[in-house]
């Protein structure tokens, strides 16, 4: 019995391990494919603003949403353009959601999910995470720290989907409909996204260096 236990572990941890790498290479070749090939990033079709949510909206996105609905609200009715971009959405948080936990049930988190810094913003986040969920995704505040923190908090995956649902539809109408009513040139939205790529991931950058830096401060 104990041997078959064993196996069975063993067996699950390997399709946990399988199942985290395919859904991160399935992100990555959606990321690729869009960077890479420029007809894509011109077409009007939206299957392709279904798929860019998963790029857009997985973990730390490093490409904006908001460019990419401005440009399909040239072209579609806010209302189509929210639903289809928040059921891209909708998938990529549960894949969130399965990835940070898989993160969290490692070993090396163990420490860290024990922490009282760690205790006390789960705590905070328990007075109103429904609410706290809401504000984060319709807001420009930076979402993906609610991602880690749901599954750290054992927020149910139901409940966090609802919330995506009812506060990036509305946030992604809005986006529509300006897009839709402005009518902003393409040259003015390549703009925007660049702005943005750059806003987005500069300070995660200098986040990174400035731990190696202490890091290696440490060692010598």
Same mark, same amino acid.
Do not use: C, H, M, Q
């Given at each position: 019995m104990g041997l078959q236990l064993n196996r069975k572990k063993t067996l699950n941890s390997k399709l946990k391990i399988l199942f985290f790498i395919l859904q991160v290479c399935f992100v990555l070749v959606l990321l690729v494919l869009w960077i890479s090939c420029e007809s894509f990033q011109k077409s009007k079709n939206l299957w392709i603003l279904f798929f860019y949510s998963f790029p857009s909206e997985f973990l730390i996105a490093i490409l904006p949403h908001e460019p990419i609905?401005?440009?399909?609200?040239?072209?579609?009715? !806010?209302?189509?353009?929210?639903?289809?971009?928040?059921?891209?959405?909708?998938?990529?948080?549960?894949?969130?959601?399965?990835?940070?936990?898989?993160?969290?049930?490692?070993?090396?988190?163990?420490?860290?999910q024990h922490k009282k810094?760690?205790?006390?913003?789960?705590?905070?986040?328990?007075?109103?995470?429904?609410?706290?969920?809401?504000?984060?995704?319709?807001?420009?505040?930076?979402?993906? !720290?609610?991602?880690?923190l749901v599954v750290m908090a054992k927020y149910p995956l139901p409940k966090y989907i609802l919330a995506?649902?009812?506060?990036?539809?509305?946030?992604?109408?809005? *986006?529509?409909?300006?897009?839709?009513?402005?009518?902003?040139?393409?040259?003015?939205?390549?703009?925007?996204?660049?702005?943005?790529?750059?806003?987005?991931?500069?300070? *995660?950058?200098?986040?990174? *260096?400035?731990?190696?830096k202490q890091k290696q401060n440490k060692l010598s």
């Open positions: 609905l401005l440009y399909f609200g040239k072209f579609y009715t !806010p209302l189509t353009i929210a639903f289809v971009a928040v059921a891209g959405t909708v998938l990529t948080e549960v894949l969130n959601y399965s990835v940070f936990k898989f993160v969290t049930d490692l070993k090396i988190f163990n420490k860290i810094a760690v205790n006390k913003i789960i705590n905070y986040f328990y007075k109103a995470p429904f609410l706290a969920l809401w504000i984060a995704g319709f807001t420009p505040v930076p979402f993906y !720290p609610f991602r880690f995506v649902f009812l506060s990036r539809t509305p946030r992604f109408f809005i *986006l529509a409909w300006f897009g839709n009513t402005v009518k902003i040139p393409d040259s003015l939205l390549i703009g925007l996204f660049v702005v943005l790529i750059i806003s987005i991931n500069v300070p *995660l950058i200098r986040n990174l *260096l400035n731990r190696r």
